[in-house]
């Protein structure tokens, strides 16, 4: 509700901006997305309806800023669990915006924009899925059963065809015009340009979220020259401690990889500037301290409670 009020009332004293000041915002919201953009590979200054949001939110928070007030988040915890690549987005948007960036803002008021950034990417997730027109759906299992399928990959994408078929009715064209292909039972290599996902024929709403997570998130032209995630940890970075000093943690082991080779040595002071801005620590006492630095695909990941 907080949130909403903010909007409407960016949008109803967006009229009372002076227009240089207008003009102002909007570039320097553009300027700090299009930083924001070369740093992280995204795509967030070609979303109209992002900047527009953004500058509507932008301009009351400055208002407040100057006023000394800010605005409480009840979801923040449940914010910063789900979209935390959105608060990093957030830190990185202040961080880069001329005028934010001479303040320092709440937990709170970074969960707000964290927000905008997180819709930014459910909007490209929609769109992912809605491009899916044609799944064909093999399965030699009852017809109630196979029924089910049926209506599960319908109600999750909108937009596809759904064809079902047993092992013995698969065709070639019905292969070679599948965006996707989904099967209950082992199937010959019938083509080698299709992929076909393995699926149980009980299928549960939690293995269609894995199932939607991966066609999100899996880069087709990944090749053996790219490391897998396991590749990106290492038994060095992993670190148990008994003291009750969260930031001495922090600086110890951070010099400690830095001390192996694995950062360079602005990593230690970058970390700590994070944690000032914003507390890595979720719930429970679980905390990850992320920092990406300039060397080739790795990344510095401190765990503990």
Not at 71 to 78: G, K, Q
Not at 199 to 214: A, G, L, Q
Not at 221 to 238: E, G, R, S
Request: negative net charge.
């Amino acid at each position: 509700m907080d949130l909403i009020a903010s909007q409407i009332y960016g949008k109803a004293t967006s009229n009372q901006v002076p227009k240089e000041q207008e003009k102002e915002l909007k570039e320097s919201i553009e300027q700090a997305l299009v930083k924001i953009d070369q740093e992280f590979l995204t795509d967030f200054r070609h979303d109209d309806l992002l900047k527009e949001c953004l500058l509507l939110h932008v301009y009351p928070l400055l208002l407040r800023i100057s006023f000394g007030l800010e605005l409480n988040n009840s979801l923040i915890n449940s914010i910063s669990v789900q979209y935390t690549n959105s608060f990093l987005i957030s830190i990185r948007f202040i961080e880069y915006h001329k005028e934010l960036s001479q303040h320092s803002l709440s937990r709170d008021e970074l969960g707000y924009l964290a927000l905008h950034f997180a819709a930014h990417q459910e909007r490209k997730n929609q769109e992912s899925i809605q491009n899916i027109r044609n799944i064909l759906v093999v399965s030699d299992s009852r017809r109630s059963k196979t029924l089910l399928l049926k209506v599960l990959f319908e109600n999750h994408f909108p937009k596809a065809n759904v064809t079902v078929r047993t092992t013995q009715q698969i065709e070639q064209d019905l292969l070679d015009g599948a965006d996707l292909v989904f099967s209950t039972e082992l199937l010959d290599e019938l083509n080698k340009q299709v992929v076909v996902i393995m699926i149980d024929e009980t299928m549960t709403e939690k293995e269609m979220r894995r199932i939607k997570n991966m066609i999100l998130f899996q880069d087709t032209a990944v090749n053996n020259k790219v490391p897998t995630i396991q590749n990106l940890f290492f038994k060095d970075l992993f670190f148990s401690s008994d003291s009750k000093d969260y930031l001495d943690v922090l600086e110890t082991y951070s010099q400690q990889m830095v001390d192996y080779g694995y950062a360079d040595s602005c990593y230690p002071g970058s970390v700590l500037e994070r944690e000032k801005k914003f507390s890595t620590i979720y719930e429970n006492g679980i905390a990850g301290p992320i920092v990406w630095y300039k060397m080739p695909r790795k990344i510095a990941l401190v765990l503990f409670y």
